[in-house]
């Protein structure tokens, strides 16, 4: 059998990534808290409620959970909604509340790494008309200037908004997340809103620290035709990936937003991403289907043989992610992994998911790909928007209603992999038997 140990760079960065919303609880000022009070929007009608507790101080023990197991970063968000509770104030106990966050990162010597927009928004933002109202970009900025100079003391790595294409795409062409709509004209006006807010903020995060790294978090899901021989297969898989993996980066890089049959010129978005951020969960296969008309005539699917997690959300694709990779590479700019994980309350799939994953990392390094770190979804359970509780990403688990943290068998393997900076033969063999063959093949 084979023996050995994949190295990385030293420096490489390992984390676990959160979000304000989904691990804080009692959020009462933001667009999900009423959302989640409507029938029908939330599966099960869960809540985030206490979610998991770090308003509330858990995220000390949670932090110390990471750093035992040899994490050197973290990525949280920001809740806005909090720092500026109305259009004309600014809560100064929330921004201390995040400043002595940061600051126990810094003394657990976790680099943070802070989203300042991820998926919530001011209820007062929605009540002047959200993301459509371009109004948007300029009370975007202005929360944006307030949080970073209370912050930049701590932090110098940041997402300006996370996943724009998922929260276009969710909240306004599927309608699964607020406000609801199935519109593409207006998800088309967000998208605009949303590639002007990221520049206006990636401006002034740099006047305000010259040496500050500033990104996006793009979810990239690779998609290809499911039936290769056929034209419309191939043609659908093209223009999906385009709308939705490259309108923005490829907006950040020349002034010019397209989306399927609409586009407009941002010139002040060119040159605003230091880095290229990648959210990556799955591939999928496209495939046409002439009578689906409410889908928009196709259909994202995996195939019979794919291995799939616990609610069949996300199959176990490792070629996709280092496809994602290879892809992200050629926008010629340092790479963060600032989401990858699986749904797996029974922690049955993850251990495999994880170990294959990080593989192609380490094979994207390997061809001196610059690619800077990996942040694991998520370190604890959290609130999983609009499928709630039903779905566990955590490397620990979460009892809502007791706020008990139960670790599951995959931190093993995060944990060895961090504190070897590697993927050793041996520890695949002893806790992932099942990958040994992929990762280490004979
Ligand atoms: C989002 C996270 C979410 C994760 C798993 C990502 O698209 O950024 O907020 O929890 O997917 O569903």
Redesign the pocket.
Known sequence: MLSGTYHFPRGFIWGTAT?SH?VEGNNRNNDWTVWEEQPGRILNGDKAGQASGWWSGRWKDDLDRAVETGQNAHRLSIEWSRIQPTPDSWDEDAIEFYRQLLRGMQERKLMPYVTLH??TSPLWVTEFGGWENPEVVEWFAAYTRKIVTALKEYCSLWVTI??PN?YWYSGYVLGVFPPGKQDIPAAFKVAVNLVKAHSAAYRIIHELQPNAQVGL?H?VQTITADRSWLPFDNWGAKIVSQAFNASFPDALRTGKLNMINHSARIPEAIGTQDYFGI?Y?THSHFRFQPLNTKGLFHELQFRKDDLLSENGFIANKPLGFYRAIKWACQYGMPVYIS?N?V?DSKDTMRPRYLVEHIHQVWRAVNYNWPVKGYFH??LID?F??E?GWS?R?GLWGLDINTQARQRRPSVDIYQAICQENGIASEMIQRLVPDSYATIFPQ
Request: charged share 25%; hydrophobic share 25%; glycine share 4%.
């Open positions: 979000s989904q991820h998926f996370n996943e998922v978090a979810n959210n969960y989401e994980g749904e979804w998520s959290n999983e928007w499928r779905q990403f």
